[in-house]
Nanobody, 121 residues
Framework: QVQLVESGGGLVQAGGSLRLSCAAS????????MGWYRQTPGKQRELVAA???????NYADSVKGRFTISRDNAKNTVYLQMNSLKPEDTAVYYC???????????????WGQGTQVTVSS
């Protein structure tokens, strides 16, 4: 099993910055992609940003130009630098890893426990 441990959430004023981190550990053969999703009450979880092992990134339109995702493959860690935060960015942020646990395995999605980000106006 793959464990994902997130850190870096909190309360910040509008216009401020936060940096989220997520470290993957456990039975890992390879990780093809890691990413961040967010969810607010009553809404579906949505993609915020994702990055492949080769560095290709994908962002939600709402965060382009403000958020930056990066990855340390050697440490199986993904980061999300969030700048110019807005109240509408308030959500629980979840780390995701698409990983294979052994040779011959298929890609599986694993999730962190979530970290709260609150942006006050």
């Amino acid at each position: 099993q793959v464990q994902l441990v997130e850190s870096g959430g909190g309360l910040v004023q509008a216009g401020g910055s936060l940096r989220l981190s997520c470290a993957a550990s456990g039975s890992i053969f390879s990780i093809s992609a890691m990413g961040w999703y967010r969810q607010t009450p009553g809404k579906q979880r949505e993609l915020v940003a994702a990055i492949t092992s080769s560095g290709t990134t994908n962002y939600a339109d709402s965060v382009k130009g403000r958020f930056t995702i990066s990855r340390d493959n050697a440490k199986n860690t993904v980061y999300l630098q969030m700048n110019s935060l807005k109240p509408e960015d308030t959500a629980v942020y979840y780390c995701n890893a698409r990983a294979r646990r052994f040779i011959g395995d298929y890609d599986r999605d694993d999730w962190g426990q979530g970290t709260q980000v609150t942006v006050s106006s």
